[in-house]
């Protein structure tokens, strides 16, 4: 284990690598998907899966906020003395914060994964806007220095 692992530097950029990596997953499927369909201007063959999917989707939306938000400190807690990056009062924030960025991110990529494949089976490009909207959102909750260092401070005055 490198030294500088534990550091919050090196858990601010493993967050950023996998939040990068998850929504270029998304952008990778879907087009393929639309490569795959023959684009966007192709006729519908149904809206009952595309309509199912997009009903599942507002709720992982909603987890987004309150899953990530109440399981993650949790966990880190129950994991203290068996993690190979130890815990300690300087990095726990960004390893709270970089554990809410994976569940979140997860469960955003979820919903976009399900769109995608109702887009491929019935054809319907709305399908493929709530996928642009849910990758939207990623970008915009993308880890950065300034929010984990906003959430680090936030959660020492609370202490």
Known sequence: ???HSGTPEAILRTSQIIAAA??????AFCGVAVFAVGGVNVASEGTLVS???AAVTLPQIVMFFFVSAFVTEQVIDSQYGRRSIPV????KPYQVMQLRTIIGFALL???CFMNIVAYILEKNWWSLGIVGTLVLFMLTNFPTKTRFKHYAESQQSYS
């Open 1 to 3: 284990m490198n030294r």
């Open 51 to 53: 309509a199912v999917m």
């Open 22 to 27: 998850l929504i270029a997953g998304v952008v």
């Open 88 to 91: 300690t009062p300087e990095n």
């Open 109 to 111: 990529e979820g919903g």
